[in-house]
């Protein structure tokens, strides 16, 4: 399988074919994702809620999203791979971003990196781009400022609101972002703004009609339990399938119908030589 480049996602907009991305955020994910054959893959930061367990995503570290990073290019090394910055390592100062996004390039591997919000952080698209980084701007629902937008909640469902998205998509492509992630705003917002700007359009629970769809694996996969946003397709239900699993294996074990012959290993010397091992120790024992 040949790894695409931004040229070829941009060559796939102008031909109207759509890009199918997801989250992964280890090994095995990325494994399964490759052999699916996703066109690309984002360790997103919501690996802190699907993976490490906090409440949101704003505790992710850049030295726990570099580790995740590196694991899934091992699982995915045909695969493009953006790494989403961590709340922190951009707000401060482009120069800060700048800082931090050749970090993340050069110890997780990426092939492009993703960071939060619109026309308030276009200088740090501004200040990477320029440091010859491929840059993924994200608009619309951002999570890492959700407490400001007053939760987890769709944006753009007003003209003022969509008004906002629609300066924030101009700007971050003008900023020098190669690709946009639009979240959780009205499919027609989507639109438009698909039409309007040149860069790729991607869409999570933002409709379809722009250039393809990212969804979270936790999400889709059924993996992760504590809620399932309205946007979500679930393509499986592995949380069912592991908790009967791990059920069916309690039961056995204390139903000692395991391990069964087949699970075990067994000797290659004589009976006869082990019980002389074994009276030895006794003996030991004994003294």
């Known amino acids: 399988m040949k790894k695409k480049s931004i040229l070829d996602f941009i060559q796939m907009k102008e031909d109207g074919e759509k890009v199918a991305w997801m989250t992964a955020y280890d090994y095995p994910m990325a494994s399964f994702s490759e052999q699916a054959g996703l066109d690309m893959i984002l360790v997103g930061d919501s690996l802190g809620m699907i993976v490490l367990g906090y409440k949101d995503t704003i505790p992710v570290t850049m030295e726990e999203s570099i580790i995740h990073c590196q694991a899934v290019r091992r699982g995915a090394p045909n695969t493009f791979i953006i790494g989403d910055m961590p709340f922190g390592s951009y707000q401060i100062s482009p120069e800060v ?168 290993y067994h000797i290659k010397d004589s009976e006869d030589a082990f019980d002389k091992l074994f009276e030895e120790y006794e003996l030991s024992a004994l003294k």
């Open 97 to 264: 971003a700048a800082a931090n996004a050749i970090r993340f390039l050069k110890e997780a591997n990426v092939d492009a990196i993703k960071l939060e919000g619109g026309i308030r952080v276009c200088e740090q698209i501004q200040a990477i781009a320029e440091s010859g980084i491929v840059v993924f701007g994200h608009i619309g629902l951002t999570p890492q400022s959700s407490g400001v937008q007053g939760g987890f909640k769709a944006q753009g469902r007003t003209v003022e609101s969509a008004r906002a998205v629609i300066d924030d998509a101009i700007a971050v492509e003008k900023a020098g972002a190669m690709a946009l992630l639009v979240e959780g705003v009205p499919s027609e917002v989507t639109s438009f703004i698909t039409k309007v700007i040149n860069i790729p359009v991607y869409s999570i629970g933002a409709g379809i009609d722009c250039d393809g769809q990212l969804l979270i694996c936790g999400d889709m996969l059924g993996m992760f339990q504590e809620f399932t946003p309205k946007f979500v397709k679930k393509y499986a239900n592995i949380a069912e399938v592991a908790v009967q699993g791990i059920k069916d294996y309690i039961s056995d074990v204390k139903t000692l119908k395991f391990p069964e012959d087949k699970h075990c």
